[in-house]
């Protein structure tokens, strides 16, 4: 399964982007999909994720209230709005895929990745 994000930007402090993920040919159905980030430096870690019938989400602490993650079958996308972005939120974000039973909040929990998209947050 192949992934695109898209949707990254450039944004002011406070301001919103919603990112979109695809998976041309595929669709997403029957898979879980994540949202995770990497800012330079650091390691890629969790934001959110939403279970294949879009009934269960997880957000990571630091996103929680201000992130909201979607799917719309029908169209085979999934979306992640994100709401009051601050400086930290700058990244690159990667979405994910994964069949499993289980939605999954580790980086192992997923088989299939797309490229990121930047999301650069300023001050």
């Known amino acids: 399964v192949q992934l695109q994000a898209f949707g990254g930007g450039l944004v002011q402090t406070g301001g919103s982007l919603r990112l979109s993920c695809v998976a041309p040919?595929?669709?997403?159905?029957?898979?879980?999909v994540g949202w995770f980030r990497q800012a330079p430096g650091t390691e890629r870690e969790f934001v959110a994720t939403i279970s294949w019938h879009g009934i269960t989400t997880y957000y990571a602490d630091s996103v929680k209230g201000r992130f909201t993650i979607s799917r719309d079958n029908a169209k085979d996308m999934v979306y992640l709005q994100m709401n009051s972005l601050k400086a930290e939120d700058t990244a690159v974000y990667y979405c994910?895929?994964?069949?499993?039973?289980?939605?999954?909040?580790?980086?192992?929990?997923?088989?299939?990745w797309g490229q990121g998209t930047l999301v650069t947050v300023s001050s």
């Open positions: 040919g595929r669709g997403f159905n029957g898979y879980n």
């Open positions: 994910a895929a994964d069949d499993s039973r289980s939605t999954s909040t580790r980086l192992t929990g997923y088989r299939y």
